[in-house]
């Protein structure tokens, strides 16, 4: 099974934060695509073409879920888009808001963020809630 990890990726503790649930991901027995790690950064305007074929094109292929860190005052664009492609594709995902409730955050994630996705407060729920997706996904192999 394939996690793809979202989320803003621009200074080293977002890709940090990252690089800790890919971690918890890959203890798990998943398989993960980082995008950062992956597809690489677009430092320059150069790069886009690169990043997007990578990061959507490559990233997103046989994904089985999306895990998507949602701290801070604004998900990213990046993230968002890659919810939304995730939704529109029908792949489940699981956000994780550790700064904050997600009831707290309405203003800064949305409704439409909140109402497409279950919403993890920790890494420690984020490990259950991913062996329950384990559970869930043998039972209907």
Same mark, same amino acid.
């Given at each position: 099974?394939?996690v793809?990890?979202?989320?803003?990726? !621009?200074?080293?503790?977002? !890709?940090? +934060?990252? &690089?800790? @649930? /890919?971690?918890?991901?890959?203890?798990?027995?998943?398989?993960?695509?980082?995008?950062?790690? $992956?597809a #690489?950064?677009?430092?320059?305007?150069? $790069?886009?073409? !690169?990043?997007?074929? #990578? +990061?959507?094109?490559?990233?997103?292929? $046989?994904? /089985?879920?999306v895990?998507?860190?949602? +701290?801070?005052?604004?998900?990213? =664009?990046?993230? %968002?888009?890659?919810? #939304?492609?995730a939704?529109?594709k029908? @792949?489940? =995902?699981?956000?994780?808001?550790? $700064?904050?409730?997600?009831?707290d955050?309405? &203003?800064?994630?949305?409704? *439409?963020? @909140?109402?497409?996705?279950? *919403?993890?407060?920790?890494?420690? &729920?984020?490990?259950? !809630?991913? #062996?329950?997706?384990?559970?869930?996904?043998?039972?209907? %192999?």
């Amino acid at each position: 099974m394939k996690v793809y990890i979202a989320g803003k990726v !621009r200074n080293e503790q977002e !890709r940090a +934060d990252l &690089e800790e @649930i /890919d971690a918890l991901c890959k203890s798990l027995g998943f398989e993960t695509f980082l995008p950062h790690r $992956d597809a #690489g950064l677009a430092r320059t305007i150069e $790069d886009v073409e !690169r990043i997007f074929e #990578g +990061d959507i094109k490559k990233g997103f292929r $046989d994904v /089985d879920l999306v895990v998507a860190m949602l +701290d801070g005052l604004h998900v990213g =664009a990046g993230t %968002a888009w890659e919810l #939304g492609y995730a939704y529109a594709k029908g @792949i489940p =995902a699981i956000g994780i808001k550790t $700064d904050e409730p997600a009831s707290d955050a309405l &203003e800064y994630l949305s409704a *439409i963020l @909140i109402g497409s996705m279950e *919403i993890v407060s920790s890494n420690e &729920e984020l490990r259950s !809630r991913l #062996g329950e997706f384990i559970n869930q996904f043998n039972q209907e %192999a």
